[in-house]
């Protein structure tokens, strides 16, 4: 079995949108527990190898499989997502009205669940699993706090705890320190590196200094194709990436 041992895996994909190639023959191997780090200019196509992941855009051709067993591209987009890719975009959707305790809440109930929950309560165990990730998140002293009154950074951990509340598997994350102080980035860094092992975690990020904190194996896309993978190192000093962005 090709696919052993990775959590997801992306082969040979491409996807036009009015015949321009946006993601043109991409491979893309993430392993159980990794932590990724995808970078690329703009327009790299790193938004659509998102779309692909989580069933919002259907490539044209290639190959998708999440864990050995599911192949996405035979999946709808709340399939994938029950299946257990959970995926954080850019700015933080919370319910502003609400704790945080109660956010955490309702993203465990999800859609479905939320008038059994209203009506029979939480159980014991789902009131420590929310305690477990309230703690994670570093939200434990705001839990009866509304979550419109937390700083962005804050917000951006919540979503992040909203997300784990589901259990997922593979996490996708679209730049998480945009707007963030470097103390927020630093806590950011500590999350993301807790949640790695027992999560596969993918994260799409611009800022170098953020990246080179919490990558081990960092993926430089560049025309809808991988350009170099490595370390940051390896990246920093070649010479195809340094034309690639000197372009910007
Ligand atoms: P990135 O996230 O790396 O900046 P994107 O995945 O957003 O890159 O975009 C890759 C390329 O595909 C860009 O040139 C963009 O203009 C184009 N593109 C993305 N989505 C669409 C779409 N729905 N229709 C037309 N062009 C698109």
Redesign the pocket.
């Known amino acids: 079995d090709v696919s052993k041992g990775y959590i997801l895996y992306l082969e040979d994909i491409s996807v036009s ?2 015949g ?1 190639k ?1 993601i043109n023959d991409l491979n893309l191997y993430i392993k159980e527990g990794e932590l990724r780090c995808i970078i ?10 998102m ?1 692909i992941i989580t069933g919002k855009t259907t490539p044209d051709k290639g190959s998708a499989w999440f864990g050995q067993r599911l192949n996405l591209l035979n999946m709808s987009e709340p399939q994938i997502a029950e299946a257990g890719i959970g995926r954080k975009f850019q700015k933080p959707t919370v319910f502003e009205e609400h704790t945080v305790f109660d956010n955490l809440e309702l993203a465990m109930a999800g859609d479905k669940q939320v008038l059994s929950l209203l009506f029979a309560g939480l159980s014991g165990e789902q009131k420590d699993r929310i305690d477990e990730v309230m703690t994670l998140i570093g939200l434990q002293d705001c839990r009866y706090e509304r979550a419109g009154s937390l700083s962005h950074g804050q917000k951006q951990w919540l979503e992040i705890g909203m997300l784990l509340m589901q259990n997922p598997k593979l996490l996708l994350v679209d730049e998480p320190v945009a707007g963030m102080t470097h103390q927020e980035m630093d806590r950011t860094a500590e999350l993301l590196n807790s949640l790695a092992g027992r999560h596969s975690v993918v994260v ?1 990020e611009h800022d170098m200094d953020f990246v080179r904190s919490i990558a081990r194996t960092v993926t430089v ?1 560049h025309q ?1 194709s991988v350009l170099m993978e490595g370390t940051m190192d390896q990246i920093q000093n070649d010479a195809k990436v340094k034309e690639v962005y000197l372009g910007e």
């Open positions: 949108f009015d321009f946006a690329g200019p703009n327009g790299a196509g790193k938004t659509t190898m779309d799409v896309l809808g």
